[in-house]
Structure formats: C-alpha cells, structure tokens
C-alpha cells in the first residue's frame, strides 16, 4: 500500500519557536509538495521539489523554507513560527509529468494540524 | 497561478437527491483532477481527466471535462451519507510541477 507520511498529526509551538514537519513517501516519487490549507482559501502551495537538493517556491513561501537531502524525504521549516502560520499542513508526492498525463496523481499525508500560539 | 473556481461552497442535500459540482477556469490545463477529502485525513484521488469532452464515470459519480480543458464538473446520482466531504478540483498546467487546487465543495448528505 502507497503511502506518504507525516511525522506529526497534531502540533502546538509557541511564537518564535523553530518548527520543523518531516514527511516521509515509499513510492519512490521525483516529486513532492507542501501545502496548506485554510478554511475559505483552499490548497495553498507553500513549497514544491522536483529532485533531491532541487526546490521551487510555491505561492506563498514567505516565513517558510524547505530540505530535501534524500529522494523519500521532504522538510518543512518554519524558521519562526508566527500565529499566522496556524493551519493544516498538508505533504504530497507525485511522479513526474512525463508523457503519460494520466500517471500525475497526488498521494497525500494524513495532514499536521498546527497550532503556533 | 491559474485559478480555479468551485461552486457551490457548501451544499447540504438530503439522501437519495441528484447535485452537481462546477470547477471553472479562464486558463487551460494539461489534466484535471479531482479528490475528495474527510476531516483530519489528506485528500484522496477520485480521478482524473485528460481529453477535452471527456465523460467518465465512477459508480453513481460522473465526471465531465470541457471541450476547451478550461472547467469540469462533477455530478452525484442518488446521494447517499457517505458521499459527505469535501470535494476539490485540481488542474495541471500546460506547464510546470505542481497541481493548483480549486477551494472545494463542502457537501452534506442527511439520512
């Protein structure tokens, strides 16, 4: 069975606090993704990696950074939790695009939870 | 970023009624996706659509893309309790890595 896993369903950290979330996929993906997800805003990309040590800001990367030093393992770091940055995490992976649009799934993670007070 | 547009927000229908889900766009895309998602769990693939004027159809879901790979639409037969959650579209660009999500489509089925 795929599977991507976050290491954390449930965080509280205080303002200021380095935060870090791992998230860990089998399914040797090139890809992998980091997203959150807010009530009303939807999916936001915060970071995404095509290959090891390779990565691309999403949309809002701002107050966030990323590591990738090995292809089944994807970072997030919050350098300096704020209470904005309160939300749910979502981490996903996915092959590459190639010529078979069809093989472009997203596998997630059951999500982290949050909390920065 | 190529945004997506998902109507309605929420929808709250009762067991046995039809509904339909809209995903719209002003921007073409390579594929389109959609998940569906349960609280406190990640989003999991329903399916995806790739040619213009495709119709596909999973059990009593049917998924449409348009003709000009700019919207979709997702209708549900006979609603039941357990198709609750919220549904999402997910477009792949022409170009680039990453899927752009629409907000959802929160949906409650009541006995």
């Known amino acids: 069975d795929v599977k991507v896993t976050q290491s954390s369903r449930y965080l509280v950290k205080r303002t200021g606090e380095k935060v870090f979330l791992e998230c860990v996929q089998d399914m040797d993906h090139e890809n992998m993704f980091w997203y959150r997800q807010d009530p009303g805003l939807g999916l936001r990309l915060i970071y995404f990696?095509?290959?090891?040590?390779?990565?691309e800001k999403g949309d809002i990367p701002e107050g966030y950074s990323v590591s990738r030093e090995k292809k089944e393992r994807f970072s997030l770091i919050l350098e300096s939790a704020s209470t904005n940055q309160t939300s749910m995490y979502l981490c996903a992976s996915s092959f590459p695009r190639g010529l078979y649009k069809m093989n472009t799934e997203a596998f997630f993670g059951q999500g982290t939870r949050l909390t920065v007070v | 970023t190529q945004l997506l547009e998902q109507s309605p927000q929420f929808l709250s229908i009762q067991e046995g009624e039809n509904l339909t889900v809209y995903c719209n766009s002003s921007s073409v895309f390579s594929s389109l996706q959609w998940y569906r998602q349960e609280p406190g769990e990640g989003p999991v693939l329903l399916v995806t659509?790739?040619?213009?004027?495709e119709v596909k159809k999973l059990k009593r879901l049917t998924f449409q893309f348009g003709d000009a790979r700019k919207d979709s639409s997702l209708h549900i037969t006979a609603a039941q309790p357990g198709d609750t959650g919220l549904y999402l579209c997910a477009g792949l660009p022409n170009s680039g890595y990453a899927l752009n999500f629409g907000k959802g489509t929160s949906l409650l089925v009541t006995p």
């Open positions: 659509v790739v040619t213009g004027g």
């Open positions: 990696s095509y290959d090891v040590k390779m990565k």
